[in-house]
Structures are given as structure tokens and as C-alpha cells.
């Protein structure tokens, strides 16, 4: 069958999750970095189109094309290990320690930041011809973003820094979905439409996704945006990358092995 029950894909979780804590500091590193370039290439496709067609719907329902890219490929994001590799500990597989895991998210972290700091890099040599023009709509919109997803949280001072946390957290609810997505369906065409629901989801409603911020703040930044590298590390990256630990991890990874790894149903005689 194309489909596999619950049963099925939560191991299949906790083997990826294994997998991914054993997996050499290279292989880790590249498979981070390329998520990460992937993921950036899709966020400024999607905001190209939503300038472009003057609909952010549309522009959200075009995003999930990058993760549904990268996933195929193996590649890793951040918010995905956050929810994966813990469930190898839970499970008690052999020689899997916290240590293992901590070493596992920095590297992830690292690869990620490396592959969408060279998108941004590259489109904003793009839209600017090598930094002689000021960048267009799109520059105009990133930098808009930037401040609001900083400065307009600041305001609020801790509200705001909570706000962001809870949306950090509702985005790797979806997110981690389209990562388990991936698992559910044994065909393309199968794990692309598990994975593009959650995902629109979660881009539509403006949920805070740290691996897309961190191309779209440094982009931003170099697009003129009128904020600075601590505004955007502690009233975005930070509380936002603690919310995507928190919300996938409990709403989706925990949730999903309790109730179909760990409780399983009984079969009566």
C-alpha cells in the first residue's frame, strides 16, 4: 500500500531520528547547509509572488515547493531534528545521550545559518546589480518584514517576546507535520501533498520559522532594513527557535509516539 499507519511511520520516525544523531559531522553539516539554501530560495520565490500577483495567498500556497524540494533530496532543517532526534532517546535505542543530540542541533544550526546566509548574499547582489541599485519591491518588503518581525515585538517588550514564542511554537507544529508527511506515503506524489498542507498552513498565518529567518533578517538587513543583528537574534531568532523546539517536540513528536509507539492498541482473544 502507498499509505503507512500510524504505527508504521512513528518507527520509522525514531529510526530517522537515530539515524541523524550517528550521522557524520559532514554529512550533517551539507545535508543542514543545502536545507537551509533551499528553504531561503523558496521564501524569496514565495514573497516574489506575492509582490507579483499582489496576493499573499498565492504566495503561500507556492512556498512548500522548497521543503517538499528538500525533504526529497534528505536534506535536514533544524526544526525537523528538533522533533526527531529526541524520540531515539525516549526509546531508549542504544548509546543515544542528550550530548549526542545538543552536538547534533549545533551542527543542524550551523549548516542551516551557512546555507541561507549565501542566498541571501546572492539575491540581494541579484536585485541590486551588485549593490548599485536599491533592490526594488522586493527589498522594500524584506526590510518591511525584518522591522516588524523585530521591532514590532520589542514594543511589547516580554508580550511581544511571548507572542513570538507561541507562533514559533504553532509553526513547528506544521512544520514537524509535513516532516512526518514525508514518512506517511511511500510515493512522490503522495508525500508532497501530506507535506504542502501544513506548510501553507503555517506561511499563510505568519508563524515564525527560524531556518526562513535566517535568511530573511540578514537579507533584510542588507537590504536596509531598519533594525540591527541583536534585534534580530533576541526578539526573533532566539524565542523563535525555542518555540519551534517546544511546539514540534510536544504537539507533534511526543504526541505521536505516545499514543502509537508507546500505547499501542491490545488485541483481544
Same mark, same amino acid.
Given at each position: 500500500m502507498s499509505y503507512l499507519a500510524p504505527s508504521e511511520f512513528v518507527s520509522k520516525m525514531v529510526d530517522a531520528g537515530e539515524s541523524k544523531i550517528y550521522m557524520s559531522t559532514r554529512d550533517t553539516v551539507i545535508r543542514a547547509y543545502m536545507a537551509g539554501a533551499i528553504l531561503a530560495l523558496a521564501a524569496v520565490f514565495a514573497v516574489s509572488i506575492a509582490i507579483a500577483t499582489e496576493s499573499h495567498f498565492v504566495g503561500s500556497l507556492c512556498f512548500p515547493v522548497g521543503f517538499s524540494m528538500l525533504y526529497l533530496m534528505g536534506f535536514d532543517l533544524l526544526t525537523g531534528v528538533f522533533v526527531l532526534t529526541p524520540l531515539a532517546w525516549l526509546d531508549k535505542r542504544p548509546g543515544v545521550t542528550w550530548k549526542q543530540i545538543l552536538r547534533n542541533w549545533g551542527w543542524v544550526?550551523?549548516?542551516?545559518? @551557512?546555507? &541561507?546566509?549565501? +542566498? $541571501?548574499?546572492?539575491?540581494?547582489?541579484?536585485?541590486?546589480?551588485?549593490?548599485?541599485?536599491?533592490?526594488? @519591491?522586493? &527589498?522594500?518588503? +524584506? $526590510?518591511?518584514?525584518?522591522?516588524?518581525?523585530?521591532?514590532?515585538?520589542?514594543?511589547y517588550g516580554m508580550d511581544g517576546w511571548i507572542t513570538i514564542f507561541i507562533r514559533g511554537m504553532l509553526c513547528n507544529w506544521m512544520v514537524s507535520m509535513g516532516v512526518v508527511g514525508a514518512m506517511i506515503s511511500t510515493t512522490v506524489s503522495g508525500k508532497v501533498i501530506a507535506m504542502w498542507m501544513p506548510i501553507f498552513l503555517f506561511f499563510f498565518m505568519g508563524f515564525e520559522h527560524s531556518v526562513v529567518n535566517m535568511f530573511l533578517f540578514p537579507f533584510g538587513l542588507i537590504m536596509g532594513g531598519n533594525f540591527s543583528i541583536a534585534d534580530y537574534f533576541i526578539w526573533n531568532e532566539i524565542p523563535t527557535a525555542l518555540g519551534n523546539l517546544v511546539g514540534g517536540l510536544a504537539f507533534t513528536g511526543l504526541t505521536l509516539y505516545t499514543t502509537h509507539m508507546r500505547t499501542k492498541a491490545k488485541r483481544t482473544l
Amino acid at each position: 500500500m502507498s499509505y503507512l499507519a500510524p504505527s508504521e511511520f512513528v518507527s520509522k520516525m525514531v529510526d530517522a531520528g537515530e539515524s541523524k544523531i550517528y550521522m557524520s559531522t559532514r554529512d550533517t553539516v551539507i545535508r543542514a547547509y543545502m536545507a537551509g539554501a533551499i528553504l531561503a530560495l523558496a521564501a524569496v520565490f514565495a514573497v516574489s509572488i506575492a509582490i507579483a500577483t499582489e496576493s499573499h495567498f498565492v504566495g503561500s500556497l507556492c512556498f512548500p515547493v522548497g521543503f517538499s524540494m528538500l525533504y526529497l533530496m534528505g536534506f535536514d532543517l533544524l526544526t525537523g531534528v528538533f522533533v526527531l532526534t529526541p524520540l531515539a532517546w525516549l526509546d531508549k535505542r542504544p548509546g543515544v545521550t542528550w550530548k549526542q543530540i545538543l552536538r547534533n542541533w549545533g551542527w543542524v544550526f550551523l549548516g542551516n545559518f @551557512a546555507g &541561507a546566509l549565501t +542566498v $541571501a548574499a546572492m539575491m540581494s547582489f541579484i536585485f541590486t546589480y551588485g549593490y548599485n541599485a536599491d533592490g526594488g @519591491a522586493i &527589498a522594500t518588503k +524584506v $526590510a518591511g518584514i525584518g522591522e516588524a518581525r523585530t521591532l514590532g515585538y520589542a514594543k511589547y517588550g516580554m508580550d511581544g517576546w511571548i507572542t513570538i514564542f507561541i507562533r514559533g511554537m504553532l509553526c513547528n507544529w506544521m512544520v514537524s507535520m509535513g516532516v512526518v508527511g514525508a514518512m506517511i506515503s511511500t510515493t512522490v506524489s503522495g508525500k508532497v501533498i501530506a507535506m504542502w498542507m501544513p506548510i501553507f498552513l503555517f506561511f499563510f498565518m505568519g508563524f515564525e520559522h527560524s531556518v526562513v529567518n535566517m535568511f530573511l533578517f540578514p537579507f533584510g538587513l542588507i537590504m536596509g532594513g531598519n533594525f540591527s543583528i541583536a534585534d534580530y537574534f533576541i526578539w526573533n531568532e532566539i524565542p523563535t527557535a525555542l518555540g519551534n523546539l517546544v511546539g514540534g517536540l510536544a504537539f507533534t513528536g511526543l504526541t505521536l509516539y505516545t499514543t502509537h509507539m508507546r500505547t499501542k492498541a491490545k488485541r483481544t482473544l
